[in-house]
């Protein structure tokens, strides 16, 4: 059974560089059937994509956060990381890995259990 | 950008039939999406490219797709699917989310 857990800093300070660390267990990240995701959702509100990494490392991110946002993986962790610079108080939120299954038009099928952010000084 | 547009709340009494739309320009030309999310959970995908359920979803769970909107359905509706769903498409590659609709089981 696949899993996703996200882990990184619970608060950073604004204009700071957020990074974020999603672990997979259960499964391989270089599997050719899936995409790994980051969305994130503000406290009492609605869920945003982020952006997701597929084959061979490319990527590619909502338009909306395109020039601060980065998404990479490291194989020998099996880990899928976000990279998100210059975060502002509109950043906090709860971030959540998802694996995206292809065969299933890439929707996002399992989902980590989220990490909170706060953007404050 | 793609606009969905969900009603914010829906109600409905235990076992009766709940309809959750959700609305966007030639939405049926797109695959749509549900998920739900139970206060303090993660979602969880509960209909993908528009009808068909993951493995380990009831079958009271439904979902059509046409014209300019998609629908999830829940026949004989249960406490425990009282939660927000969401309904996503994919469009220029990039995803959009509808704002949600809370469920609420009366």
């Known amino acids: 059974q696949v899993q996703l857990q996200e882990s990184g800093p619970g608060l950073v300070e604004p204009l700071q560089t957020l990074s974020l660390t999603c672990t997979v267990s259960g499964g391989s990240i270089t599997s050719g059937t899936y995409y790994w995701s980051w969305l994130r959702q503000p406290a009492g509100k609605g869920l945003e994509y982020i952006g997701r990494i597929y084959s061979r490392r490319s990527a590619n991110y909502n338009p909306s956060l395109e020039s601060r946002v980065s998404i990479s993986e490291d194989t020998s962790t099996n880990q899928i990381s976000l990279t998100m610079t210059s975060v502002t108080a509109a950043d906090t939120a709860v971030y959540y890995c998802?694996?995206?299954?292809?065969?299933?038009?890439?929707?996002?099928?399992?989902w980590g259990q989220g990490t909170m952010v706060t953007v404050s000084s | 950008s793609y606009q969905l547009t969900q009603p914010p709340s829906v109600s409905v009494s235990p076992g009766q039939t709940a309809t959750i739309a959700c609305s966007g320009d030639n939405l049926g030309d797109k695959y749509s999406y549900w998920y739900q999310q139970r206060p303090g959970q993660s979602p969880v995908l509960v209909i993908y490219?528009?009808?068909k359920r993951p493995s380990g979803i009831p079958e009271r769970f439904s979902g059509s797709n046409s014209g300019n909107a998609a629908t999830l359905t829940i026949s004989g509706t249960q406490a425990m699917d009282e939660a927000d769903y969401y309904c996503q498409v994919w469009d220029s590659s990039t995803v959009f989310f509808g704002g949600g609709t809370k469920l609420t089981v009366l």
């Open positions: 490219q528009d009808i």
């Open positions: 998802a694996r995206v299954r292809q065969q299933y038009s890439d929707a996002f099928d399992i």
